[in-house]
């Protein structure tokens, strides 16, 4: 997966054709989430009200395969990551991002987001961890 630091502005044209990214119009897109083994991230305790707005969220940009999670030893390269949902709901990650409004600023991350808050402790930007409830 491609590193983003978080806050760092997102542009369509890394991910293709404009036209297909809803998110990516008209304001600025914003990064979170997007990790990659041998780059520092944010860690600490997301707040539980912040991992349940994320799982409600409709999953936007869908792809045709899915990206495993770096960090994990022994996770199938084009697996996904399996993930409960805190009311019971089971969810492959990798495939699709997540996209939510927070304070006027528009907040992309894939959706193996919600695995690297429960498995490995990222903490998403204060502004999006206040907006989504925490």
């Known amino acids: 997966m491609t590193h983003q630091d978080d806050g760092a502005?997102?542009?369509?044209?890394?991910?293709?054709?404009?036209?297909?990214?809803?998110?990516?119009?008209?304001?600025?897109?914003?990064?979170?989430?997007?990790?990659?083994?041998?780059?520092?991230?944010?860690?600490?305790?997301?707040p539980v009200v912040v991992v349940a707005a994320l799982e409600r969220l409709e999953p936007v940009d869908r792809t045709r395969g899915f990206h495993a999670c770096g960090f994990c030893e022994g996770a199938a390269?084009?697996?996904?990551a399996p993930h409960r949902t805190l009311d019971g709901r089971d969810l492959v990650l990798g495939s699709?991002?997540?996209?939510?409004?927070?304070?006027?600023?528009?907040?992309?991350?894939?959706?193996?987001?919600?695995?690297?808050?429960?498995?490995?402790?990222?903490?998403?930007p204060d502004e999006g961890v206040r907006g989504l409830g925490g």
């Open 77 to 80: 390269a084009f697996a996904g």
């Open 9 to 46: 502005r997102l542009s369509p044209s890394l991910y293709g054709d404009r036209r297909r990214l809803p998110w990516a119009r008209p304001r600025p897109v914003l990064a979170f989430g997007w990790l990659e083994p041998g780059r520092p991230y944010r860690v600490g305790q997301c």
């Open 96 to 124: 699709a991002s997540l996209a939510v409004t927070v304070g006027g600023n528009r907040w992309v991350a894939p959706n193996l987001v919600l695995h690297y808050i429960t498995a490995h402790g990222y903490l998403p």
